[in-house]
């Protein structure tokens, strides 16, 4: 019994979360905080989850002797084809982690700039035209 407890122990001190951006042109932040949780370096516990980091290390840190199962449990979780949304939800609820931003584009934005642009070209085309004579 002793050998099965001690292997148990080992197991709960090399579980671990390896974080990985993904090579995307513009990542979300959130990939920051989660990632499949590993037994091994290279052995992923299960490859359909990702987990969060906060509440992982969290938990370690304050019960450094909880058994794999207990901690897989506790730490929060989503399916890899979860939406970031979900996640960033999460970060901010439970840890209050958002993501920093000096200011969002937003489609009105972006179509309030280019009918602007449009305006104006429609303005000097015009001009052009009755300089032109042209009606």
């Not at 992982?56 to 979860?82: H, L, M, Q, W």
Request: proline share 3%; aromatic share 6%; hydrophobic share 35%.
């Amino acid at each position: 019994m002793s050998h099965v407890k001690n292997e148990i122990n080992h197991l709960n001190k090399t579980l671990r979360i390896n974080i990985t951006i993904p090579n995307v042109s513009r990542p979300s932040f959130v990939w920051s905080y989660f990632e499949q949780l590993y037994k091994k370096p290279n052995t992923a516990l299960d490859l359909k989850r990702l987990y969060c980091k906060v509440c992982f290390d969290k938990i370690k840190e304050e019960r450094p002797d909880e058994n794999c199962s207990s901690i897989r449990s506790k730490v929060a979780n989503y399916g890899t084809t979860s939406s970031t949304g979900n996640m960033k939800t999460h970060l901010l609820a439970a840890h209050q982690i958002q993501e920093v931003q000096a200011m969002k584009v937003t489609e009105k934005h972006v179509l309030t700039m280019f009918s602007r642009h449009r305006d104006r070209d429609a303005t000097k085309n015009l001009q052009l035209k009755i300089n032109l004579g042209i009606n």
